[in-house]
């Protein structure tokens, strides 16, 4: 063999380990670099709405492909800076929120920022956690829902979160009930099973716990149908109170999102994904219904309800 042979050999041996090289590291150079999402939550890390969010988040990597999901907190007003803080983030920004309704968008009207709700783009919700009214195993609630005329104590969680606007709400049903907001859910449902107050009207999933071990007896459901968990305890309806209240929970993004439609296939494919069902069946909640895109529309009449609500009787102070 020729040395100019050789050489040849050579070099088309080199030259076919770099095409084999190169063909097994092509499909890693080809494979669709994952991005990062920031979910903002508006509540300190370890509360409950934070403990809430960081569990949908492999779920919401589940169904939004290619994307690696951070949580990060912004507490402060009731969720409103971190609110803001997505809203101007830009409509091709990497930052999603989770927020609670009708929490948030009183907190719009009541710190005179009605209109940041139409810098948000909304999505879902992802998560409904239905109002129980509880009580101490004295009965007192038992009591309350009977005859409301007798000056007894509703609790609820903070001033304009949405179990309060719903205490208020059922107050009015019942003209005899004082509404106390309490500093959080625990804090109304420990006064609740010490019979401090008569009852407290709290989302299911903070009580789930408490009923389970017997602390806080479940009165009724401000829901259109019975908990699935709880078939025997009835609506309001049931007990002539036509009260229906929620705690709904969703995802905002920077009004004019790029990828608007991706989310809202992706939310409608997570909510139908059989381990979020189970999950949020586990929580004592429900997975929200509804084009996920449209909820903005529904939203939007409750805003106008919470602001006449405001002009006639402010859940708080004003100023």
Known sequence: MTAARSGRRRILAAGGGALLVGALAAPALAAPQRRTLTLLVGAPAGSPTDLRARSLVPFLERHLTRHTIVVGNLPGTGGLEAARQVAGAGGASSMLGIVSTPALLARCIQDADPDLPDRLAWFGPLLVEPLLLVAGPDGQGLRLVANGRDGRVVGCGPAGSGSHLA?????????????????????????????????????????????????????????????????????????????????????????????????????????????????????????????????????????????????????????
């Not at 009923?211 to 609506?235: D, E, F, N, Y």
């Not at 929970?249 to 069902?277: K, T």
């Open 167 to 319: 205490a208020i709400r059922l107050a009015a049903a019942l003209p005899g009930v004082r509404v106390l907001p309490f500093a959080s859910s625990a804090a109304a449902q420990r006064a609740a099973a010490a019979g401090h107050i008569a009852a407290a009207l709290l989302p299911a999933p903070d009580l789930r716990r408490a009923i389970t071990v017997g602390g806080v007896l479940p009165v009724a459901v401000a829901a259109a149908s019975r908990l699935s968990w709880l078939p025997a305890v009835p609506t309001l309806a049931e007990r002539g109170l036509p009260l229906v209240a929620a705690v709904e929970r969703g995802l905002v993004a920077p009004a004019g999102l790029s990828a608007a439609s991706r989310l809202a296939a992706a939310i409608l494919n997570l909510r139908a994904d059989p381990e979020f069902v189970a999950w949020t069946e586990e929580l004592g909640a429900r997975p929200g219904e509804g084009d996920p895109a449209a909820w903005a529309t529904r939203l939007a009449e409750e805003r106008r309800e919470l602001a006449a609500q405001w002009s006639r009787m402010p859940w708080v102070e004003p100023g």
